[in-house]
Each structure stands twice: as C-alpha cells, then as structure tokens.
C-alpha cells in the first residue's frame, strides 16, 4: 500500500507542472470562470506555494516525525474558505496525513481547484480517505474557516462536536527605513497577491517616523481590484484623505486595518519596542509579519504567501488538534 508520504510527494511532483498542459490550463480557465477574483497568475503562485513548500519529500518526513498517526481513525469535516486558490488544502493534508478519514466541503469559490487536487490524490492513492461533507452526518472533529457570522454557524451546528474554527486575520510589514527595492518590490507582491483577500496578505505598514515609503508601482491583480481602487481613491479624495497611490494599491495613514482590501495602512512609530508591543498585544489579530528586524517568527520580503508547514493558521497546530 503507498504511504501518505508517497502519496503527497508524488502529488507534488505533478503539481510542479500544472499550467504546462492543456488539461490543466483548462482547470485554471474554469476555476477563473467561477471565480472572477482569481487569475492565473495567482493560481499558479498558490500551486507554486504548495509544492515548495508543503509537498517536497524531505519537508514531509521532516514534519511527519514530530507525530504519530492514529490507528482508530475518526471522521474529521472540513469546511474550507475560497477567498484564494486552494486555500484549504492544507486542512484536508494535515486530516489525511494524520489517518483521520476527511470529509470535505470545498467552497462554490474554489471548487474546480480543489477537486482537481483530490482527484489526482485518488488516482496516486485509490486507498486515501476523503469523503464528499454531508450536514445531515455526525463527525467526530469538524474544521471549518469563515468569518464570523459563518463561525457563529458552526458553533451552533458542531455544537457537540470538537471543533478548530478559524476567523478573519491580517498580516502586517515592518519597515526600519533600510530595505532595499528588491525588497520593496517584493512587499508590493506581498501585498498585492490575490487581490489583497487573503489572511498573509499585508494589511498595514510599520514604518519609522517621518519615513516616506518609496514603493514601486505595480499593478492590481484583476479588474475587479482595479475597480475596487478606483472607487475607494474616489471616495478618500472626496473626504480630503491623503493618499499615496501605487497602482496596485492605495496607501494611507492610520492605526487600524482598513476594510478594503484596495487600502494598505502606513502607521508611523518611534521606536521598535512600540511595535513589538503593538504585536504582542494584537497576536490574535496578526496571521504573518514581514520584516528583515530581529521579530519572532517573522518572514522575508516577498515570502508572505509561502507559509510552510509549521506555518499553522491562527497558530494553531492542525496536527496537534487531530490527535490529541
């Protein structure tokens, strides 16, 4: 019988050519039908993410040795987000990888995706456990991602069930005044990456007082971001907002996360103990933070959508969940 590490491996080595073949660009074709906010570009950045950092062999074995899988296999739901391309295969990974039986419930937002990946895990592993979700079954643990009103849902409908619920988060950048344009380009993909939508998507700028930050222009990932700026760069000029626009995104002074992913937040400080401990004190609202800075756990320009596999959302060890 092949064994979840063949099986994930061997996933990877065919995901590494998705997008080279008329089959799989007809899969991305679909999926951007379904879903107008996702684009090529940002479905193979997803794909690339996946297998560079989750689906190579060594990292794998690697992850695997710190648990043991269960040997009384439970029936886990997971009920995944669409706001990005394959955001929850992690989920179904971590439920298979830990011998649980997984019954998923993709999102209408990134269903073709993500049945393409279960397919191919199916015809590399006829044995793997995945299930399609049912709300009339009973499970025994139940992960699910939404934002609140879908939480409060969840509660209600797992109420007698363990469960690993996920809500809304966002990430932040450091700035000390040093980076270089290599690195301010790569905070503008840090930024700009799947329309903003995403939980690693930088929401908001820490920079030193009266440091001006001179990012390159990009672009908006899609149309409909396009348009999202040109609205809410209308409305902030209405208002005598100052604005610095980057053409993928608008840039504004504050302290709080605005509620367009069209807006990043510029928030000035005087010294770095302000940030770590405006960081400490919002951990439960902070997914990733990008910074070359001494910040624990911390990632590099341009690495914010490459979480790797101890990158668990909202801190939580999916892994640890499953098997205690």
Not at 29 to 55: H, K, P, Y
Not at 68 to 80: F, L, W, Y
Not at 214 to 243: D, F, H, W, Y
Request: hydrophobic share 40%.
């Amino acid at each position: 019988m092949i064994n979840i590490v063949d099986t994930l491996s061997t996933l990877g080595s065919r995901l590494r050519c998705f997008g080279n073949d008329e089959r799989t660009n007809r899969v991305i074709e679909q999926a951007i039908a379904e879903n107008g906010w996702f684009t090529r570009e940002d479905i193979l950045r997803a794909v690339d993410a996946i297998c560079s950092e989750m689906l190579q062999r060594e990292k794998i074995e690697e992850w695997l040795c710190q648990y043991t899988p269960t040997s009384e296999p439970k029936r886990v739901a997971v009920i995944m987000a669409g706001n990005i391309p394959l955001v929850g295969f992690f989920d179904l990974m971590c439920v298979v990888a830990s011998g649980h039986i997984c019954a998923v419930k993709p999102s209408s937002k990134d269903k073709v995706l993500m049945e393409f990946v279960i397919n191919e895990l199916r015809d590399i592993n006829p044995n793997i456990q995945i299930d399609k979700y049912s709300a009339e079954e009973h499970y025994d643990m139940a992960i699910a991602t939404g934002g609140d009103d879908a939480n409060r849902y969840f509660r209600e409908h797992f109420a007698s069930t363990r469960t690993l619920l996920r809500g809304s988060r966002h990430s932040v950048a450091v700035l000390d005044g040093r980076e270089s344009n290599e690195e301010l380009s790569a905070l503008c993909t840090d930024i700009t990456a799947y329309s903003g939508l995403g939980c690693r998507s930088v929401a908001m700028i820490f920079v030193p007082r009266h440091f001006r930050i001179n990012v390159p222009k990009c672009n908006a990932s899609n149309s409909k971001q396009q348009r999202n700026i040109a609205t809410q760069r209308a409305l902030l000029t209405m208002r005598g907002v100052e604005v610095v626009d980057a053409g993928g995104f608008l840039i504004t002074e504050g302290n709080d996360f605005s509620e367009s992913t069209a807006i990043v937040t510029r928030r000035e400080y005087s010294d770095f103990s302000e940030v770590q401990m405006w960081l400490d004190e919002h951990r439960e609202d902070i997914q990733c933070v990008v910074s070359h800075s001494p910040i624990e756990h911390s990632v590099p320009f341009g690495r914010a959508q490459y979480p790797t596999l101890t990158d668990y959302a909202d801190g939580v060890d999916t892994m640890r969940f499953l098997l205690d």
